[in-house]
């Protein structure tokens, strides 16, 4: 039952994919009456219009993306200067300021949300606080961080740190005060000392739910990373779509758009796994 289902659902994502490529496909063709030699006096708009020949949308065809995800992904490394960079190498320093500040605020998030978990007194005391910051929009921090920190790239970890710590820290609240008391008393009952009770017996019953903080947290992280490098440029996914957008490429920008799925959905994939490790199944 479960392979049929799954088979069943590969082939209606496939036909959904095929739909969508023609519909891409027709929408990119000529105006009716402008045919294939019409062409635009601004050789730049011509450009950003998908090349010389008029199209209804000016966006670039499915086979043209194509050729450029095939072009990009041939040489991915490459380095011809400080805006020339392969996609490998911009995703490298994407991951690379995201798994930064990620860890930093796993740092930080984790253990508090153990003391917040375990204490009444500490969750009320700082319950008005988390909910105060954590509407705040990451990048609403991009300024006072370049002003402060004084380092584009820092400064985009500060806001990965920002982003990510409130999912982390109210999810292992959450876990470790909703573990069951009974294990909690027979702790107890042995005299376990509280590190060796939050170690043995609280992690690995909060960890599912510690775990899914963290899957929220990087989705949102890799989301803000796209945006804060437009903003700080350098180097990184958000400025390569950025400076394409300027180069008046849109097959790059596309190309861009997918890998940036692409990447968010394997980092997904593997708190998915994680969590699934950690989690009880009878």
Not at 236 to 248: A, D, H, S, T
Request: charged fraction near 10%; aromatic fraction near 10%; hydrophobic fraction near 55%.
């Amino acid at each position: 039952m479960t392979r049929s289902l799954s088979f069943r659902a590969t082939i209606v994502s496939f036909v959904l994919l095929i739909a969508f490529l023609g519909a891409w496909q027709l929408g990119t063709l000529p105006a009716a009456g402008g045919g294939a030699a019409a062409t635009y006096a601004d050789p730049e708009y011509a450009a950003l219009m998908g090349g010389a020949a008029a199209q209804a949308s000016g966006l670039p065809s499915p086979g043209t993306v194509g050729e450029t995800i095939a072009s990009q992904l041939a040489n991915p490394f490459y380095d011809n200067g400080p805006n020339d960079k392969g996609i490998g190498i911009q995703l490298a320093w994407s991951l690379a300021r995201v798994l930064a500040g990620f860890l930093l605020a796993a740092a930080v998030a984790i253990p508090l949300g153990f003391v917040i978990g375990m204490s009444p007194l500490m969750y009320k005391a700082l319950n008005p606080y988390i909910q105060i910051m954590k509407p705040i929009s990451p990048l609403a921090w991009m300024p006072l961080a370049l002003y402060t920190i004084k380092d584009a790239s820092l400064s985009s970890i500060f806001v990965i740190f920002i982003c990510s710590i409130w999912p982390m820290m109210i999810n292992t609240a959450h876990g470790v005060s909703s573990v069951k008391k009974d294990w909690l008393n027979v702790a107890r009952t042995l005299e376990v000392s509280p590190l060796r009770t939050a170690i043995s017996v609280i992690l690995p019953a909060a960890a599912p739910t510690i775990l899914t903080g963290m899957r929220i947290s990087m989705g949102i992280a890799w989301l803000v990373i796209v945006a804060a490098e437009m903003l700080v440029g350098g180097t990184g996914i958000g400025y390569f779509v950025w400076n394409e957008w300027n180069n008046l490429n849109l097959s790059n920008v596309i190309f861009a758009i997918v890998m940036i799925g692409v990447v968010g959905m394997l980092l997904d994939m593997v708190f998915g796994v994680l969590t699934k490790l950690v989690t009880y199944q009878e």
